[in-house]
């Protein structure tokens, strides 16, 4: 199993949280998502993650994808990995 997580902003409230979660665990190869609006992070799990259809199901929704966290470094221009 991998683990990714995204930082993905525009999320203000409960609503949001759980459409993006909904919206990203439709996608195949994902079987769980989890979503900190704090932080602006989502976690998502799965056998495969396409960093790719994550940022189009993320943009699909309204909200803006900003990238994949690498060491536990917050960046805006490493999504693709």
Known sequence: MTIK????????????KSH???????ISGIDDVIVDMSNDQ???????????KV?????????IFKGEIHNAARSSDVWLS
């Not at 993006?20 to 439709?26: A, L, P, Q, R, S």
């Not at 989502?42 to 790719?52: A, C, K, P, T, Y």
């Open 5 to 16: 997580t995204f930082i993905v902003e525009g999320m203000t409230c409960k609503n949001c």
């Open 20 to 26: 993006v979660e909904k919206g990203i665990n439709n």
């Open 42 to 52: 989502v976690r998502v799990s799965g056998s495969e993650i396409d960093n790719l």
């Open 55 to 63: 940022k189009l199901s993320v943009e699909e929704m309204g909200y």
